[in-house]
Nanobody
Framework: QVQLVESGGGLVQAGGSLRLSCAASGANASCISIMSWYRQAPGKQRELVAAINSAHNTDYADSVKGRFTISRDNAKVTMYLQMNSLKPEDTAIYYC???????????????WGQGTQVTVSA
């Protein structure tokens, strides 16, 4: 049973930094393909923040380009999100998502973490 556990959220002033982590416990590294960070602010839809595949190719939402950096450790099946120059509009619950690599890996097509709150004060 794969579980995604996020950590690293908290309260920070505008301009500050935070680093989020997402550890995939119970996961075979070869069975996890794309890992992503999503966020959901109050009253808004969940949106994709950044994604990374096992080859370390990355993609970012325009709103975070140049400020956030996504990375992963394939051996540890762990993903990170370094967030710099944080703005109040970055305030949201941040969720970790991981895609199952192949059908033969079993389990659902993807997995979600429980979310971690990031609050940026002005």
């Amino acid at each position: 049973q794969v579980q995604l556990v996020e950590s690293g959220g908290g309260l920070v002033q505008a301009g500050g930094s935070l680093r989020l982590s997402c550890a995939a416990s119970g996961a075979n590294a070869s069975c996890i393909s794309i890992m992503s960070w999503y966020r959901q602010a109050p009253g808004k839809q969940r949106e994709l923040v950044a994604a990374i595949n096992s080859a370390h190719n990355t993609d970012y939402a325009d709103s975070v380009k140049g400020r956030f950096t996504i990375s992963r450790d394939n051996a540890k099946v762990t993903m990170y999100l370094q967030m710099n120059s944080l703005k109040p509009e970055d305030t949201a619950i941040y969720y970790c998502n991981a895609d199952r690599a192949t059908y033969d890996c079993g389990g659902p097509p993807d997995y979600w973490g429980q979310g971690t709150q990031v609050t940026v004060s002005a």
